[in-house]
């Protein structure tokens, strides 16, 4: 027969039901024969860790590209027939490329699996009946737990029993405030967050007391069923990733189709195949961008090293461009772009209504020394308190101290210790005699103090049937006007504020217990303070930045509609329309893709409808970014373009999912990793236009040797010198270019705009063809004047290397403008690193020729002094290609908009 808890889930059973299911004592807990039994059939209490790739594995799909694949059977096809060296400088170019990557997200992993490390969590539990702390991974089924305001829930449990027990959620349901749990079951369809009977694992324990019976464990928690989900989605893509993909498949196609072509119809013309071959093979290795996968590699880690450097961890490559593409930014509220901690903001006593800000500003001890009602107000909130404020050793009185205790009750305190009031004094002077707790049902809390008077804090509507009267600015007691207070609690209302009630009165002589009957009339009515949890002062800026750059910031909350819109409009989002979780209920997905296109918060959202919401924008070509900190963010985070997690005060089911982590928790940052990524774009951009030319240069100069039956100016050995290493060490420098100025001033560019928009194209192309005409015109000059082959070739390439110096130049960042700080000094200690490329190319052009080693290696002769003269030519020749070209492509302005 099945048990009661296989029929009900634990939530809607009964307690001894549950108890007798799980082999439990509600007193005694678990006998310990029957906890090593359990902890061997289902294991630790820890959350699966994420599969990861073989490190073989991990390393060998760094040549999981068509271009690279291709290089590969190359140098087979040269190492069987016959020509071992140009097959291992071809393999040694794929290696670099794949160790260059495998290095890189070798270290960013290493880097996450630190930060997301788990810290040991100890808990108190009863087993046999002894009272006991053990390591929560321990926990099994069955458990009875011990909590008490600060804990983290260790698993999934059933309330058993508990005294004003409230729990922080925010992290699982998005719920900013605490929500308080009793035993009572509940019908078996609650939705998660409204039940009441359960403390989830993750959670936080803000005030009370209570014990609870573990009900799930590791994955089988709702934490865990969510971390499970996650495993088996498809990793990161991003616009540059699948633009890459499509650039290297097409071109990959041209060229093969190429190299196809010229040994058909030099064959068909009476060639011998072997050598037709051979020149086929020539032009695949000449038209292969075959250093681009290393270049894009080092460009996105050299925007990983800058990310690290400003508090974001980037776990995977493409990340740190994707943001640069981001036209949507969905962010959860609480904790991200909120404080994650309630704050008093506003105090109505004595008929004035006061902001905190303004009342510290200037005049605050003025204004408490004029309104008797505003001191007692914030009395009230220190000593009808159960929270502490606790001050580090050696800190100073004006340091922000530490709060313990439930987040509304903290709040009171600190904005009294703002005031001046020491809270240990004053409980010194006004010792807690008796009180009543807060409840759900009551919704106030009292307590009586030996200074002979009960303070009583909670809903306005709960306190205020119970006074006859007010307290007026000067202390004394007059009618209360009903209407002006409920006035003042209307406009707090309305600007999102969540509004706490204050009254005192009088207990009878020598009164030491407090109960119900003595605060059911006769109060005097103290006033109001309005709470929220702000939003961070730097993400408002952040957001102001981020529509300034033309990218949609969208709140998807937990919370209610009112504090949702309140906080909206704070940070200046569009908050004219509200949508809640309910409505997105009744949509269908083409109703909710409109629905997204016109609306900026979403309140009362679930999890599976934050990820929902991620698709419909997707499904209308936005690039969606999606912070967040809980666990009911991680499938948002992972289906969404690239998902920023705070890796501090975050959930390490919320960093697993993503791929960018900010360690500071600073929705600030996104702000820095966009104008990176936008950065990063440009970068790319301007390498390709230098590269593409290289390559498209030398495949036709090759193409039209071989098709024309003339002797070719560069060997396939000599192109793979040129595309490696003379184009590696000019072309990474471009990397570290800073952003153009005003980049966070455009819009992000079109989603489909193509990686090669027309004016690179055209760039390409003029340039492609001045390196063709420079290798045949100057090996053919040189072989015409000395008919020495090897010469002409070397000369050939020394002057195409030397006028790409000049094209290098003119495509950086050096030549367009001002670079930030203005002076010439300042622009060229900025392009230190081109500038040391530029010399380590040179020095490596000197060892090409000049080097016997490499002579007898790439077939190169030492050239004198006259001879580099005349490569020099080339030089002055590129210098008005490269003033058209920067023309016809502005790279720094078109990269977002073109």
Known sequence: MRSPDAIRPPHASSLAELLQSLGS???????????????????????????????????????????????????????????????????????????????????????????????????????????????????????????????KVPADLRLLRGRDLRVDESVLTGESLPVSRDPAPLPADTPLPERASMLHAGTFVVAGQGVAVVTAIGDATEVGKISTSLQDQPSLSTPLTRQIQRFGRRLLQLIVGLALMTFVIGVW?????????????????????????????????????????????????????????????????????????????????????RALA???????????????????????????????????????????????????????????????????????????????????????????HGSRRILLKGSVEALLPRCSRQRAADGAAEPLDRQAVESAVAAMASRGLRVL????????????????????????????????????????????????????????????????????????????TVLEGRQLDALDAAGLAEAVSGCDLFARVAPAQKLA?????????????????????????????????????????????????????????????????????????????????????????ILLGALLGLELPVTALQVLWLNMVSSLTMSVPLAFEPPAPGLMDRPPRPVHQPLLTRPLLLRVLLVSIFNWLLLFGLFSLVIERSDDLALARTMAVQGLVLSQVVYLIGISRISHGPWPGGPTWRRLRQASVLLIGLALALCLQVLYSQSHWLNAFFGTVPLNLNQWGVCMVPMLLMLPLSALTRWLDPIDRTNITA
């Open 25 to 151: 004592d509600g007193d005694r807990g678990m006998a310990a024969h029957a906890v090593a039994l359990r902890q061997q059939q289902e294991g630790w209490n820890r959350l699966s860790e994420r599969r990861r790739r073989p490190l073989a594995l991990r390393f060998l799909q760094q040549f999981h590209d068509p271009l690279l694949y291709t290089l590969l059977a190359v140098g087979a096809v040269k190492l069987l027939s016959g020509s071992p060296r140009e097959a291992l400088a071809v393999w040694s170019v794929t290696l670099i490329n794949g160790v260059i990557g495998f290095v890189q997200e070798s270290r960013a992993e290493t880097a996450i699996a630190a930060l997301a490390s788990a810290v040991r969590t100890e808990v108190e539990v009863v087993r046999e009946g002894q009272h006991q702390r053990l390591a929560s991974d321990q926990l099994v089924r069955g458990d009875l737990v011990c909590l008490a305001a600060g804990d």
């Open 269 to 353: 013309r009476g060639r011998e195949p072997l050598e037709m071959f051979d020149g086929a093979v020539a032009l695949a290795v000449g038209a292969i961008p075959e250093e681009l996968p290393a270049i894009v590699t080092i460009i996105l880690a050299i925007g990983v090293h800058r990310m690290a450097a400003r508090n974001a961890i980037i776990r995977r490559l493409p990340a740190v461009e994707a943001l640069g593409s981001t036209t949507v930014i969905c962010s959860d509220k609480t904790g991200t772009l909120t404080e994650n901690r309630m704050t008093v903001q506003e105090i109505h006593a004595g008929g004035e209504s």
């Open 358 to 448: 303004s009342l510290w500003a200037g005049d605050g001890d003025d204004a408490l020394s004029r309104n008797q009602a505003l001191r007692d107000t914030l009395l009230a909130g220190l000593l009808c308190n159960d929270a502490s404020l606790v001050r580090e050793d050696g800190k100073s009185s004006q340091a922000t101290p530490q709060a313990i205790g439930d987040p509304t009750e903290t709040a009171l305190l600190l904005a009294a210790d703002r005031a001046g009031f020491d809270q240990h004094q004053i409980r010194h002077h006004h010792p807690r005699l008796d009180g009543i707790p807060f409840s759900s049902e009551l919704q106030f809390m009292a307590t009586l």
């Open 501 to 576: 009630a204050f009254a005192i009165g009088v207990p009878e002589p020598d009164q030491e217990r407090l109960e119900l009957e003595h605060v059911e009339g006769g109060l005097d009515f103290l006033g109001l303070q309005g709470l929220m949890d702000p939003p961070r002062t730097e993400a408002i800026r952040a957001v102001r930045v981020c529509r300034r750059a033309g990218i949609r910031v969208v709140m998807i909350t937990g919370d209610h509609a009112g504090t949702a819109r309140a906080i909206a409009e704070r940070l200046g989002l569009r908050a004219d």
């Open 613 to 701: 919401l991620v698709q419909a924008l997707q499904s209308r070509g936005e690039v969606v970014a999606m912070t967040g900190d809980g666990v009911n963010d991680a499938p948002a985070l992972r289906q969404a373009d690239i998902g920023i997690a705070m890796g501090r005060g975050g959930t390490e089911v919320a960093r697993e999912s993503a791929a960018m982590l900010l360690t500071d928790d600073n929705f600030a940052t996104i702000e820095a990793a966009v104008e990176e990524g936008r950065a990063v774009y440009v970068n790319l951009r301007r390498t390709l236009a230098f590269l593409l030319p290289v390559n498209g240069g030398a495949s036709m100069t």
